[in-house]
């Protein structure tokens, strides 16, 4: 099994619709995160939490929510849901390594398209 | 404003060596890593870089110039399975990532 699980893989779904993006880890990481990716760009921060009472906006947050459910559960929602939201999205977790690098291990991707 | 340059796309053969370039301008500087990304596929870590100087592991190597914003990841030995997205990312004084947009490796036979 993966160690950090997205769910759905790949989802359309209409302009105006709430979604979630759901995100599980047995890594035993405390800190998670939401990114997307979108062609010629690098990855966008939308949010971050270092553990279950901590949340965080990222570099991208409007039009997203997220809910940290325990240590291995963290679920992104886009409450209503608009074309430019369409993108690859990806959690990841993180631990600190011993020499400071915080190395993020990435689930495979939600596909979304909003139409 | 925070800024990661890479080449967008490069093409190399099967068997050389490849370099690949990343620049940087950031609000601080708390180190700097390289991920591989096959197309469709989650990006996997490969280096970190904190200090200046080279950082070798099996066919990859990653060097970093504090002093001139740079790094860059070389590939000796290319394979076919080395054909990937390569993310350059630096972690900037709030701790916080800066990703660039990647580039792109074709490996050719």
């Known amino acids: 099994d993966a160690d950090v699980t997205q769910t759905p893989r790949n989802r359309i779904t209409k302009t105006g619709k709430r979604i979630m993006l759901e995100c599980s880890q047995t890594?035993?990481?405390?800190?998670m995160y939401w990114y997307r990716q979108d062609p010629g760009l690098g990855l966008r921060l939308i949010y971050y939490s270092f553990d279950v009472k901590d949340i965080n906006k990222g570099e991208i947050s409007d039009g997203y929510s997220v809910s940290r459910q325990a240590q291995a559960k963290f679920s992104l929602s886009l409450e209503s849901a608009i074309p430019n939201q369409t993108a690859l999205y990806f959690c990841a977790t993180s631990d600190l390594r011993g020499d400071g690098a915080n190395v993020l291990t990435f689930g495979a991707g939600s596909r979304l398209t909003v139409l | 404003g925070q800024n990661i340059d890479q080449p967008t796309e490069m093409t190399a053969t099967e068997g050389a060596i490849v370099q690949i370039n990343c620049t940087y301008q950031t609000s601080g500087f708390n180190g700097l890593f390289w991920y591989q990304q096959h197309a469709g596929e989650a990006p996997t870590f490969l280096s970190y870089?904190?200090l200046d100087g080279l950082e070798e592991k099996g066919r990859f190597s990653s060097f970093l110039s504090r002093s001139k914003g740079y790094s860059y990841l070389l590939l000796k030995e290319l394979q076919m399975k080395d054909s990937a997205s390569y993310l350059c990312a630096v972690r900037d004084s709030n701790y916080q990532l800066i990703w660039g947009a990647g580039t792109k490796l074709i490996i050719k036979p």
């Open positions: 870089n904190v």
């Open positions: 890594k035993g990481h405390d800190r």
